[in-house]
Structures are given as C-alpha cells and as structure tokens.
C-alpha cells in the first residue's frame, strides 16, 4: 500500500523554540493532507487541512500562526509549531490522501511524539 | 463534545474466539464509517469502512455492523488471532470517508493465545 513517512517520531525542546515536523507520500502524489493531533486518553482531532500550493483550512480553535502548515510539493506537507510552550506537549499525525478505493485512500504516518520543556 | 465515542479502553479475547469492539456517535450528519488498526510506533492503517446506506460489510475475518437508529457501530473479529492485538480507533466522516475524520479514543485489544 501507500507510505506516508513522518519526521521526527519524536522531539524534546525548550519552551519559546519552534519545531519543524515533516510529512512525506513516499510513493504517490497527495495533493491534500491532514493534520491530526492527540493529547493523552482523547481521540485524535483534526488540526487542519493542508492543500498543495494553496493556504491551509484550519480547525476551529487551532490558531494558524502559532501552527505554520506549508504545502509546497506534491509529496511534503510541513508542519511548524512555533514558540513552543508546554501546553503544546502532544503526538501530531500526518496523514495524505493517496490511491484507493472510497474510505481507503487515507494513509497515515507514524506520528511525532513532542514534549515542551 | 466528542462525537464519536468508543467506551472500552480496553478488551482481552482469547485466541480462536470472536472480538467485539464497539462504537457509538452522535453526529447524525455521518454517513461513512471507519475502522482504523494501529500497532505501537506505527500509523493507523484502513481495516474497513462501511456507508450509512448499508448495515453490514464484510472482509474476510472482519465484519462492521451499522445500525443508524442507535447510532452504533460495531466491528466483529472472528476468529482472533495474535495479530490482532492492536489498537483500534472508529472514524466517521460527513463526505465518504475521504475528508475530515472524527475519530474515537480507541480500543486496545489483547489476543490471548
């Protein structure tokens, strides 16, 4: 099947910092991808859509300059969490829309664990 | 306010039986339903779906059962095998399971040999 790779699986920083999580569709093109993030016993919960060449659509209450999202291939999608602080601790999860049939064309990358010091 | 909701953190079947993880949501909008399995430090991958239009799909070992009236869904393993044991997160979608997805908390499931 399609692979979706995400870097780093995980990374400590210091608060005030900013850090950089990639989301690559080794073998497809996507032209859209999703971010997710997950805090400790919740669900995972739609950050924001991420749409090659164009800005991205975030959810409610996500705040688009504190999550720079950047699209700039068919096969990168970026996301940037800047001026880290601890509240921000959580696992982020990429995932592009890639070949395949209705309801499978979602493939996921393995998440990028960051803890805010 | 989550939407879709999967009640049992956990759940430990013996191997060769049947697994029963369940799923409940609140959106009537939905109209495509997800399962999701995810081995540690993996993503989760596609298991199998079902649309509102149908109550049942079915795929080899897996089958997902739909009913709309009590907004539940369920997703029946027979038989467990070791493999199994994973976690297993429900989804729905408002636009054929493509788009957005709200997902559940999961469910951890142990096969036991």
């Known amino acids: 099947g399609a692979v979706v790779s995400q870097h780093p699986s995980w990374v400590i920083c210091k608060s005030g910092t900013s850090v950089k999580i990639e989301c690559r569709s080794l073998d497809f093109q996507a032209t859209t991808m999703f971010w997710y993030r997950q805090f400790p016993k919740q669900s995972l919960m739609l950050m924001a859509t991420?749409?090659?060449?164009?800005?991205?659509?975030?959810e409610q209450g996500v705040e688009k300059d504190k999550f720079l999202i950047n699209h700039a291939s068919l096969t990168l999608s970026t996301l940037t969490v800047t001026s880290a602080h601890p509240e921000d601790s959580s696992f982020y999860i990429c995932s592009a829309r890639g070949p395949g049939g209705v309801g499978e064309k979602l493939f996921f990358g393995s998440g990028t664990q960051l803890s805010v010091l | 306010d989550q939407q879709v909701k999967q009640n049992s953190p956990s759940l430990s079947v013996q191997e060769g039986r049947i697994s029963i993880l369940n799923c409940d949501y609140t959106n009537s909008m939905f109209d495509y339903f997800l399962w999701y399995k995810k081995y540690p430090a993996e993503g989760p991958t596609f298991l199998i779906s079902i649309s509102s239009i149908k109550d049942k799909n079915e795929d080899g070992r897996f089958t997902v059962f739909l009913n709309k009236s009590a907004k539940h869904l369920s997703l029946h393993i027979v038989p467990s095998q070791p493999g199994d044991s994973a976690v297993y997160f429900c989804a729905a979608s408002e636009t054929n399971g493509n788009e957005k997805l709200t997902f559940g908390t999961g469910t951890r499931l142990t096969i036991i040999p």
């Open positions: 991420s749409n090659e060449g164009s800005k991205a659509t975030y």
